[in-house]
């Protein structure tokens, strides 16, 4: 977290960074993990960082993409305790992507707010 936060945001963000952990490991719990299972899983994380990795222009200088319809699919076809992981690490994994390959990334002419 950032030093020059007041304290307080500081303990009340990792307070709730805390309990969404215990919550997913609750609904983690419960759930019985097969091939088909993984499978999804995988498929799911794929299409979120591709989605995230291409934005939509939407307006003159803003753009948009389309995971969250992913994230959406993964909610309905995945138990609850898989879908959560399946949205974080897709998510995790096209921030950690576009940090390390954002030139690559770029399509000519294109401009994403990430790319700053």
Do not use: N
């Amino acid at each position: 977290m950032g030093q020059d936060l007041p304290i307080r945001v500081q303990i009340f963000t990792a307070f709730v960074a805390l309990t969404g952990l215990a919550l997913l490991g609750f609904l983690i719990a419960g759930e019985e993990l097969s091939r088909g299972i993984l499978a999804g899983t995988a498929f799911f994380i794929i299409q979120i960082v591709i989605m995230g990795s291409y934005p939509l222009p939407v307006a003159p200088r803003a753009t948009t993409d389309v995971s969250t319809a992913v994230l959406f699919g993964g909610a309905l076809v995945l138990e609850p305790g898989i879908a959560v992981v399946t949205a974080v690490a897709g998510k995790l994994f096209f921030y950690l992507i576009l940090k390390h390959l954002r030139d690559r990334l770029k399509l000519p002419g294109y401009q994403h707010p990430y790319y700053k």
